[in-house]
């Protein structure tokens, strides 16, 4: 059974980096596209990016400027980096790893981990 | 861009009853969607995918349908556990968007 888990700072200031790792067990990153999404309190879910094994990446139009996705596939993890926080960047953050088809169309996220609230405040 | 919106945003319902949601694209994504459950305080669970796939292991009274630009997901006869919120997740067009979540409550 593949397990994700997120790991970070709970408090980052305004204007510094969110920094999470998302360690993954049971399975390895490798020959997946693994995902991060958040949750600000009490409202929707908002796609951040995407990071392949190979170390390909996509992100959030709203992001891409903040955002870097990494992994290291000897420790099978993969973390995020968002920089320049504000209030709005306020979120419970999930990785989760895609599942595709064997056309390779992407067909949802189906292992997720239990979320980390990150709270951007002075 | 492309937009996902769900309806109702909230519907108030009792154990057994059955429960349609909606989920519109702004575009046609032919029959790549997702649907998700969420309980309060956990992750999202998948439910759904390409449209009216089900995940493994979840139970038959939930069923998705439509294609192109409309989309339900439809649970025949709710249960104590069903009550949650339910987002859609259009997988074929850059950026993978959610829809805005539908609470089902009592």
């Known amino acids: 059974q593949v397990q994700l888990q997120e790991s970070g700072p709970g408090l980052v200031k305004p204007s510094e980096t969110l920094s999470l790792t998302c360690s993954v067990s049971?399975?390895?990153?490798?020959?997946?596209?693994w995902s991060w999404i958040r949750q600000p309190p009490g409202k929707g879910l908002e796609w951040i990016g995407n990071?392949?094994?190979?170390?390909?990446?996509n992100f959030s139009p709203s992001l891409q400027s903040r955002i870097a996705i990494t992994g290291d596939t000897s420790k099978n993890q993969f973390s995020l980096r968002l920089r320049s926080v504000t209030a709005a960047d306020t979120a419970v953050y999930y990785c989760?790893?895609?599942?595709?088809?064997?056309?390779?169309?992407?067909?949802?996220?189906?292992?997720w981990g239990q979320g980390s609230l990150v709270t951007v405040s002075s | 861009d492309l937009q996902m919106t769900q309806s109702p945003s909230s519907v108030s319902a009792s154990v057994g009853d059955r429960v349609i949601i909606t989920c519109r694209a702004s575009?046609?994504?032919?029959?790549?969607l997702a649907w998700y459950q969420q309980k309060p305080g956990k992750a999202p669970k998948l439910l759904i995918y390409?449209?009216?796939t089900l995940q493994s292991g979840v139970p038959s009274r939930f069923s998705g349908s439509g294609s192109g630009t409309d989309f339900t997901l439809t649970i025949s006869s709710l249960q104590p556990e069903d009550f949650a919120t339910y987002y859609c997740?259009?997988?074929?067009?850059?950026?993978?968007?959610f829809g805005g979540g539908s609470k089902v409550e009592i």
């Open positions: 390409a449209a009216s």
């Open positions: 990071f392949y094994y190979t170390g390909s990446t």
């Open positions: 989760a790893r895609l599942t595709r088809g064997n056309n390779g169309y992407s067909l949802g996220l189906d292992y």
């Open positions: 049971g399975g390895s990153i490798h020959g997946y596209y």
């Open positions: 997740q259009q997988t074929t067009i850059f950026p993978p968007i």
């Open positions: 575009q046609s994504i032919s029959n790549w």
